[in-house]
Each structure stands twice: as C-alpha cells, then as structure tokens.
Nanobody
Framework: QVQLVESGGGLVQAGGSLRLSCAASGRTFTTYTMGWFRQAPGKERAFVAA????????YYADSVKGRFTISRDNAKNTVYLQMNSLKPEDTAVYYC?????????????????WGQGTQVTVSS
C-alpha cells in the first residue's frame, strides 16, 4: 500500500516555472514506477511523465518534452516534476501515481495508487 500526497501547485504566468512534489508513504517506494498525470476541465486524465524505480529511465508526453523534468529521491520517498516554460494549456489538476509496471506505462488504468491532485493554473 502506498499513500501519495502532492504539493507545489499554484498560479503562475506563462513562461514561468513550478516544481511539484509527491511524497509517498510506505517502505516499498523504491519498487514503484512513479508517474505524473494531469486533467484539464472537460478533458480526460492524460499522461505527463514517468520515471523508473531507479530513476534511470524517464518518459514524457510529447506536449511537455523539453520543458518538464521528472526526478525522484528514493531516500526521501519523493518524486518531483519540474515544469519550465509553462503555457496556459498546461493548466490542469496534476496527479501523482504509482505502479508496479514498467516506466513506459502511459495508461492511467495501469497505475494502482493516486494522490489527491494539486491545481496548476497558468495565466496568459
């Protein structure tokens, strides 16, 4: 069992940056692939990024590649999402999730544990 708590969301102007954090409870954090998803109003939840248990492999949605960076600190049971060059279309609720499947997994239905979400709003 893993409990996930996101933080770091907020309001930022276009072109700005935010760093999201996701703190995980449980002693098995290092066995999980960690992912970030987002859901904009009226849209389905969409894959943003994922990182393997060791941090060696990362995957990104095309829409955020080159702007967002996912990382993890296994000693702190925390995964991060550094978001740079933010655009209004990045506005969404951002969710942290965990799965035992490989880091190439992009389907929300293959993630087993979810945080409550944190709002990111990018103004133009």
């Amino acid at each position: 069992q893993v409990q996930l708590v996101e933080s770091g969301g907020g309001l930022v102007q276009a072109g700005g940056s935010l760093r999201l954090s996701c703190a995980a409870s449980g002693r098995t954090f290092t066995t999980y692939t960690m992912g970030w998803f987002r859901q904009a109003p009226g849209k389905e939840r969409a894959f943003v990024a994922a990182i393997s248990w060791s941090g060696a492999m990362t995957y990104y949605a095309d829409s955020v590649k080159g702007r967002f960076t996912i990382s993890r600190d296994n000693a702190k049971n925390t995964v991060y999402l550094q978001m740079n060059s933010l655009k209004p279309e990045d506005t969404a609720v951002y969710y942290c999730a965990a799965t035992m499947r490989g880091a190439s997994t992009r389907s929300q239905y293959e993630y087993d544990y979810w945080g409550q979400g944190t709002q990111v709003t990018v103004s133009s």
